[in-house]
């Protein structure tokens, strides 16, 4: 078994694409099946979506004075269905999200002579590189594949070792349709059915695809093959494959291309592609020094004591396994942290598109929600673990792609609404269009929720040149939308009309999604006018402005406690609180914004936990992968560090396939989630992989401006441990190492500015030492006084700390 630190290892390999190994250079993707006989790599474009004509929406505003009137009057199921009537009248086009679509297969079918032995498929995270190996008697064969972030393709070699020789043909077709059904996006788009005309050809070494849509659109690839110790050539009367005879080692390179002229595309990738090393090392070499600096920013590693020090190197099957009888190693939840670090660098690369549902990975042209960019928190789980993750890079494709479609979000607010500003749809792909379901377009929260990560980019990075052209425009825009959709009630406090707690309805009759005063809805709208202020104070810039939106902020109304003491859903006297469903929407000024803390609302931050412990009433069966990775990061917010690491212990019993991919829930019906029904599998869904990564940032440390807390989510079986490379709000890197047998910590602060800071620890600090790391010192300066601690207004597990500039101090404490 090859010895890796930090990577994952199966035994068996893969039967359908979501079970496959995923590599990716943050735009190309490959799924790599692993069989023997008749392998399947299925590649993937970030860019290939099956377009639609954008759809044109006539106004609807005319009918809000309405729709507002019959929700005052409670008549909220007739008033949901009247202006969804009138949005379908006026709706013309397809109303769907152009989903997502496979690339083409490398296919490679070849010859066995005996019984394999020894077989195993693995993929080395700090490399990125998918390896299968096998043995046919004394002869040992591999295949090779990464893709590279410096050349931009599929990087493939075959080898044998022994008596026997690689034989072999390979070709390039579309992906496979049979299962290939997914959820559904629309009626002109069939699962069993290739969406697309294609055809391959073979010249000397090389392979071409083509494919071309109804519109016209085209995509395919070329591959170019170098063979040591063989032979090879084209057969045309074998749908256009190279068979690969006696060969020692088979080298591939493979390039992929979308929304361009096939005719004069194929003709510059093969120019491309000739130009580029032919050693699998060299080519390898260079893709490895980019993505390792990536990955390597970051390390943690967490020590139970009765965990098998063996455990590390185990198979995915035998870890899962284990789980699956309720005993989780430690060290699948450690596997599963550095796997969702790995798939964003994999999916998420600057000057391309963010990750999607599936990140970069598809092998359905049917594929569940259209493989979409959904705006309800989807999108948002994807990049929680960026920032703390110290990938800031891997957000700027999310901030390119919805600054792109700040049209497409004025349209939507204007004919719908008849506001300025911008309001997203619900979920969205190749444009930023209301879509779907109507009901959703009573959603206004989206753009809000959107513009969280850019404001805690600016948070994380300092970087105002971001803050003054991306992240304050965008939020001005949401500011628009709020100054003309905000109606004044009686009380003098604006009222959100309509308004949508996603996705829980209020327990009364004539219910609807669509009610009034959701307290997501107020919370994000108070975030979005507060970081505006913030922001544009800190630039000294749009001083008029400031003293609109901090009036808005005025008569914004207050959350309010329900009569069991937990945070009501909906403020608004007609909607009591509906505690079975899994969505806490409500709980978002805790989770994941950061208004509501123990130090800062210690009244709300208890009945947000009140209001946690009261939906615990829906139980495991209504719970699916993402909800659960939700929960974790609410429970690491509360403190509960026990709490969080059972929801993701949870979901690794029930969601977690065999190459450690997520799924929407348990497809086993086992009681653990919802079930998705005899007989279907439910969809893989990436969110869960990158929720968990978060929810493991937060339980080691949590930021907010002006303060960090080391440990605040501990659990109990993490005795000993320690976490490098976590990024926090205030421009601070930090460093944790810990043993609570001895109650010792160790602690390391590099701040790009000069600061003050309150720190808490996880128990009360009897002692504290404070030295510098010489290596960070200009001139090997020693700062004797560098830095004073003061006691907090906060309690005894607190202290104040004076950060200077870019010299990492370093913290020994004891505590009780």
């Known amino acids: ?76 199921n007739e008033g949901a269905q009247f202006f969804e009537r009138k949005l379908k009248e006026n709706y013309i ?45 004394n002869t040992n064969y591999h295949r090779d594949l990464f893709v590279s972030r410096v050349d931009d393709a599929v990087i493939l070699r075959i080898n044998a070792v022994g008596s026997e020789k690689v034989n072999c043909v390979i070709s390039l077709v579309p992906c496979r349709v049979e299962g290939a059904t997914g959820m559904g996006s629309g009626k002109d788009v069939k699962g069993d059915k290739l969406p697309f005309e294609w055809q391959a050809s073979s010249e000397e070494n090389w392979i071409s695809f083509e494919a071309q849509y109804p519109d016209g659109n085209e995509f395919g690839g070329v591959a170019r093959l170098i063979v040591n110790g063989g032979c090879m050539e084209g057969i045309e ?154 990938l800031p890079e891997t957000t700027l ?40 379901d109507p009901i959703w377009a009573t959603w206004t929260a989206g753009a809000g929720w959107l513009s969280q990560l850019f404001y805690d980019y ?6 105002m040149d971001f803050l003054k052209n991306k992240a304050i425009p965008f939020m001005k825009e949401i500011a628009l939308f709020y100054e003309d959709f905000l109606v004044e009630g009686e009380d003098g406090k604006f009222m959100f009309i309509p308004s949508l707690s996603p996705e829980n309805t209020p327990p009364i009759p004539n219910a609807s999604l669509v009610t009034i005063n959701a307290t997501m809805d107020i919370a994000i709208a108070r975030e979005v006018l507060a970081n505006l202020c913030a922001a544009c104070k800190y630039l000294g810039i749009e001083k008029e402005n ?121 497809w086993r019906s086992q009681g653990l989630t919802m079930f998705w029904g005899h007989g279907s599998q439910p969809p893989f869904q990436i969110d869960a992989n990158f929720g968990l990564t978060a929810a493991i940032f937060e339980m080691l440390v949590f930021s907010s401006p002006g303060i960090i807390k080391l440990l605040p989510a501990l659990p109990s079986k993490w005795i000993k441990g320690k976490a490098e490379g976590i990024t926090c709000r205030g421009c601070i890197e930090v460093s944790v190492e810990w043993d609570m047998d001895k109650n010792e910590l160790k602690a390391s602060f590099l701040s790009k500015k000069m600061q003050e800071i309150t720190v808490k620890f996880p128990k009360v600090p009897m002692y504290i030492k404070v030295c510098e790391d010489i290596e960070t010192l200009k001139n090997n300066e020693i700062h004797s006084d560098a830095c004073k601690i003061l006691d907090s207004p906060y309690g005894a597990q607190y202290r104040l700390l004076e950060l200077p500039v870019n010299r990492k101090l370093i913290l020994t404490v004891e505590m009780l």
């Open 1 to 76: 078994m090859q010895d890796i630190k930090e990577g994952m290892m199966m035994c068996y390999p893969a039967i359908r694409w979501q079970d496959a190994i995923p590599c990716g250079n943050g735009s190309i993707g490959a799924l790599v099946y692993g069989h023997i006989k008749n392998e399947i790599i299925t590649l993937n474009h970030e860019a290939l979506f099956l377009k639609s004509q954008k759809p044109q929406i006539n106004s609807i505003y005319e009918y809000l004075s309405q729709l507002r009137k019959m929700l005052m009057e409670g008549k909220y």
């Open 93 to 137: 086009g397809i109303a769907r999200t152009d989903p997502y679509q496979p690339a083409f297969d490398i296919k490679i079918d070849s010859e066995t002579h005996e019984a394999f032995t020894g077989y195993c498929r693995y993929l080395d995270f700090e490399t990125g590189e998918a390896v299968v190996r096998w043995s046919e008697g």
């Open 237 to 390: 009367a074998q749908n256009n494959c190279i068979y690969i005879k006696d060969a020692t080692e088979v080298l591939m390179m493979v390039k992929v291309f979308v929304n361009e002229k096939s005719k004069t595309t194929i003709e510059n990738t093969k120019s491309q592609l000739e130009k580029m090393d032919v050693c699998y090392e060299a080519l390898l070499s260079k893709h490895v020094y980019q993505h390792r600096e990536l990955y390597k920013r970051v390390n943690i590693e967490f020590h139970e004591q009765r965990e098998d020090k063996l455990a590390k190197q185990k198979f995915n099957e035998e870890l899962l396994l284990e789980s699956y009888n309720g005993q989780i190693p430690t060290a699948l939840i450690q596997r599963m942290f550095y796997f969702g670090r790995y798939l964003l660098i994999s999916s998420s690369r600057p000057g391309g598109l963010p990750a999607n549902l599936q990140g970069i990975w598809n092998g359905d042209y049917v594929p569940a929600w259209a493989s979409d960019y959904h705006n309800d928190e989807n999108i948002e789980m994807n990049y929680w673990a960026a920032l703390p993750g110290n």
């Open 397 to 436: 494709p999310y901030f390119d792609y919805y600054m792109s479609m700040l049209e497409d979000f004025r349209t939507n607010a204007k004919v719908i609404y008849g506001c300025r500003g911008i309001l997203a749809p619900i979920a969205q792909t190749t444009h930023g269009l209301v879509y779907t």
């Open 458 to 463: 600016w948070l994380f990075t300092g970087d």
């Open 546 to 666: 400031v003293k609109i939106w901090k009036h808005m902020l005025s008569k914004l109304p207050e959350y309010q406690v329900n009569e069991d003491g937990a945070i009501k859903e909906w403020i608004h006297s007609d909607l009591p609180d509906n505690y079975h469903h899994r969505h806490q929407s409500h709980i978002y000024p805790l989770f994941p914004g950061f208004e509501v803390t123990e130090e800062t609302n210690p009244s709300l931050f208890h009945a947000m936990k009140v209001a946690v412990e009261k939906r615990l009433v829906v139980g495991l069966t209504s719970q699916t992968g993402w909800s659960l990775a939700h929960m974790a990061n609410i429970y690491a917010r509360l403190g509960d560090g026990d709490g969080a690491i059972q929801c993701l212990e949870t979901m690794c019993r029930s969601c977690v396939g065999t190459n450690l991919f997520t799924y929407h829930n348990d």
